[in-house]
């Protein structure tokens, strides 16, 4: 899987992405993120929505903590 980049996510028309969206933007691992949005969301910068095992991250707050003007 190809990891995206932020002018992907820009250009993106969804309302959430999960964590292998952001992964590459963010320069971690996606299972990393899924974990800290679980156990220690306050450690990130942006919301994130834990449903059962997914976690979603909404698209314009996290646009905005990378410095986007949306």
Do not use: W, Y
């Not at 028309?13 to 292998?20: G, L, N, Q, R, T």
């Not at 220690?40 to 986007?68: A, S």
């Amino acid at each position: 899987m190809t990891r995206k980049t932020l002018q992907d996510l820009i250009d993106s028309e969804k309302d959430f992405f999960v964590a292998e969206d952001v992964a590459g933007v963010l320069g971690c691992d996606a299972h990393t993120l899924r974990l800290t949005a679980r156990q220690r969301p306050e450690l990130l910068q942006f919301p994130t929505i834990c449903m059962g095992n997914r976690v979603k991250i909404p698209r314009i707050p996290f646009l905005r903590t990378m410095g986007v003007a949306v």
